[in-house]
């Protein structure tokens, strides 16, 4: 029996009442009452919210209402592990199987289950369609089904996943289960393929604000990529953060730059060994001011709150996968910062990438419209997030004052002539040849391979001399990503007129692009902490924070699992006098009350300048 089955409240009142003992919340948010209402009552439902908008709790205080454990499908098994870790901190009964538990603690979690001592259970989806899995737990009664980062299921999805497909069978094995499929990134037709795949029967849709208002979204043209970035981190010393980079060696190179620069910095990609990852991501989860240099193998489900900026050197695939690893940062509600910095190589580069694959036809196709949507974004010179958000089907009435081009609007150019002279070139040297070597005859270098092939002597040789190379890359970029040419991948990233090119050459249309500027957006940003811990409160505050530290030092966790920086700073903003009036404090429920309450109340009590019983003393800026 779940803990909270002897309640005789309707749903409604004893999901509140869970919220508030267990969480130590007193309200909940968007729609999450209404998708925990439809769950209790046996209905499946899709439930989109972006990340840092509550889903958890959307699946986990329904297993509690419900008879018998909630089974929740999840990918990653390091978002298993800190979810479950996080869940005990609570006092909920959870636990987790997947391969890298030992077989003694699998039979353990085993015996759990059968004697219906948990409340939830996080299991991976290859282990849940396994038939001995399947088969011992239809004997087992439960509470519901909830199936995270549900758009793996889709091949319209950013991150499509083989196991995921079976996930459909469990209407069959489990057929008066009720089923959530959950996720932060899906647009309309993903959304369709989500529901057809895992054979939902007539879900409620919860479609939530994908907006994230605190992060400020910027996009720089690469030119010196290591210089833009130090730029960047210039205004993010002493904080957590997350750089992308599309392949193993830059992230190894940037990584060992970082250090060298003095961050704290460390790589994680697949080609290291499972200790170091899981070494590199406990730092960044434990430590203050880590900073991760990943490839996109780092971060889905990251838990941590505090992550101040998520930086790209490289271009990610698709909208969905930077919206998602952009919306690991300011989890917390404080302002963060979502930089990127993207180049033509980039664009040639995963264009080839897609072209050359393996994988058919359609889904290279769909590929390519989800790269061609993001370059399209990355180009625009309007506002950036009302672009993002109207992708997926949101409709901002205003520019939102916290991106790059609101804050820094770019200026635009007629660009009709030389888009005009890039195309005739690339016409009359037979579109057999990359950028660079159209760029070289534009402006009239005789470099070897211009004489070999006889394009000094064309009429488009040393027409371009006007503008710079940087500046005909740009062209050659925005010519790219409006269609007007394609690299060929068969032809080693020769360029390539496209139909639309036609109208363009005969001057049949005009041709405004985008101003490249280098300069990184520079805008007032100070966090909220900075602002509510005056000079008086800097003491206790560090005393808090270091009280904290040794706790989840002692107990393996990371900080944020025993109390986030918001509740330790309502305790600093209402000092309780009392440990009843601790439970006033948000994201303090009873169990946690009880774990901690006594050592920071003594805290927050102690006389002036006196350090309190079972604190350090330890000041932490």
């Not at 010519?479 to 007129?497: H, I, S, T």
């Not at 005393?543 to 330790?568: E, M, N, W």
Request: net charge neutral; hydrophobic share 40%; aromatic share 8%.
């Amino acid at each position: 029996m779940n803990e909270f089955d002897g309640h005789s409240a309707e749903p409604n009142s004893r999901a509140k009442e869970i919220l508030q003992q267990v969480y130590g919340y007193d309200g909940f948010r968007g729609h999450q009452l209404e998708v925990i209402e439809t769950t209790v009552a046996g209905r499946d439902s899709l439930v989109l919210m972006p990340t840092g908008g509550g889903k958890s709790i959307c699946y986990q205080i329904p297993a509690m209402i419900r008879d018998g454990v909630g089974l929740i499908v999840s990918p990653l098994i390091a978002l298993m592990h800190d979810q479950v870790a996080a869940l005990r901190q609570l006092g909920v009964r959870a636990a987790c199987l997947n391969s890298a538990l030992s077989a003694d603690t699998q039979r353990s979690v085993l015996n759990q289950l059968g004697a219906g001592d948990l409340d939830l259970l996080y299991i991976a989806p290859e282990r849940l369609i396994t038939k001995h899995t399947l088969r011992r737990l239809t004997e087992l009664p439960i509470a519901l089904i909830a199936i995270d980062e549900a758009h793996c299921v889709s091949q319209w999805g950013h991150d499509f996943r083989q196991d995921y497909l079976a996930l459909g069978q469990l209407r069959e094995c489990f057929p008066r289960v009720p089923r959530m499929a959950l996720t932060a990134t899906a647009d309309q037709r993903t959304r369709k393929e989500i529901v057809a795949r895992l054979d939902l029967i007539e879900p409620r849709h919860f479609i939530s604000d994908f907006d994230r208002p605190n992060i400020c979204y910027s996009v720089q043209v690469k030119t010196d990529p290591k210089r833009q970035l130090t730029n960047f981190l210039d205004g993010h010393k002493n904080e957590c953060g997350i750089v992308y980079c599309l392949s193993r060696a830059k992230v190894e190179s940037t990584a060992g730059w970082l250090s060298e620069l003095g961050f704290n910095a460390y790589p994680y990609h697949a080609g290291l060994t499972a200790a170091t990852r899981s070494l590199h991501q406990n730092r960044f989860l434990h430590e203050e001011a880590v900073v991760i240099v990943a490839t996109i193998a780092f971060g889905m489900g990251i838990d941590k709150p505090d992550v101040r900026f998520v930086a790209h050197l490289d271009l990610p695939k698709s909208i969905e996968a930077y919206y998602q690893e952009t919306g690991r940062a300011g989890r917390d509600g404080e302002p963060a910062d979502a930089w990127m910095a993207y180049g033509l190589q980039d664009v040639v580069h995963l264009r080839q990438m897609f072209d050359t694959s393996a994988a058919d036809e359609k889904f290279k196709r769909i590929e390519r419209h989800k790269l061609d949507a993001l370059l399209g974004w990355c180009e625009i010179t309007d506002c950036r997030r009302g672009a993002l958000l109207a992708y997926f089907g949101d409709k901002p009435t205003t520019t939102c004052g916290n991106c790059d081009i609101c804050l820094d609007p770019p200026a635009t150019w007629d660009a009709t002539l030389p888009a005009q002279q890039l195309l005739s070139c690339v016409y009359r040297t037979g579109q057999r040849f990359g950028a660079a070597h159209v760029i070289d005859v534009l402006l009239g270098k005789t470099s070897a391979k211009v004489c070999q092939h006889g394009h000094a002597e064309i009429s488009t040789f040393g027409i371009g001399v006007d503008l710079s190379v940087q500046r005909w890359r740009s062209v050659v970029r925005q010519l790219m990503v409006r269609g007007f040419v394609k690299a060929d991948p068969e032809r080693y990233g020769a360029l390539v007129l496209m139909p639309i090119s036609r109208p363009l050459l005969r001057g049949d249309i005009a041709l405004e692009l985008r101003e490249d500027s280098g300069a990184a957006v520079r805008r007032s940003r100070r966090r909220r902490t900075a602002v509510q811990v005056g000079v008086g409160d800097e003491a206790l505050w560090g005393s808090l924070r270091s009280c904290r530290s040794r706790i989840a030092k002692d107990q393996g966790i990371p900080p944020y699992a025993v109390f986030h920086d918001s509740t330790l700073l309502e305790m600093l903003e209402y000092r309780p006098a009392t440990l009843a009036a601790m439970l006033d404090i948000n994201g303090i429920g009873q169990v946690k009350l009880d774990r901690y309450g006594a050592e920071f109340l003594a805290i927050i009590n102690a006389p002036p300048g006196e350090p309190a019983a079972g604190s350090s003393g330890i000041l932490v800026n």
